[in-house]
């Protein structure tokens, strides 16, 4: 993998690990769970069991991504495009549920749908 393609890779597992703690961690701020469209703290109460798996699931792709990096070769390299296709399949999927989250998916999508895309030609 090119090394112009691992940026990107790297971009898209610390994007990842962001997420992660503001899901699973910091998601109990006003400040936060309005990033995720929920409006008080009665919706955050609800909203927090799923924000925080999915900020585990989102911890899981930054440690696919990243770690396949660490690990090298063919097959650190199927690991970390593996989970930037999960990335970027997620970020479609988001843009899909709710296209208000249109900013969010690009964010999440764009640098593992770049890494993918450079890994392919480069």
């Given at each position: 993998m090119s090394v112009i393609a691992q940026v990107f890779?790297?971009?898209?597992?610390?994007?990842?690990?962001?997420?992660f703690a503001m899901e699973s961690l910091l998601f109990r701020k006003p400040r936060t769970y309005r990033r995720f469209?929920?409006?008080d703290d009665a919706e955050a109460a609800i909203a927090r069991p799923w924000a925080f798996n999915q900020?585990?699931?989102?911890?899981?792709?930054?440690?696919?991504?990243?770690?396949?990096l660490i690990w090298g070769g063919d097959k650190g390299e199927a690991i970390s495009l593996f989970a930037c296709a999960c990335m970027a399949g997620?970020?479609?999927?988001?843009v899909a549920s709710d296209r208000r989250m249109v900013q969010a998916a690009a964010s999440q999508a764009g640098p593992p749908i770049i890494a993918l895309v450079l890994a392919a030609v480069l």
């Open positions: 890779v790297v971009v898209a597992g610390v994007f990842h690990l962001a997420v469209l929920v409006k900020g585990f699931y989102n911890l899981f792709l930054a440690l696919g991504a990243l770690g396949g997620a970020g479609l999927v988001l």
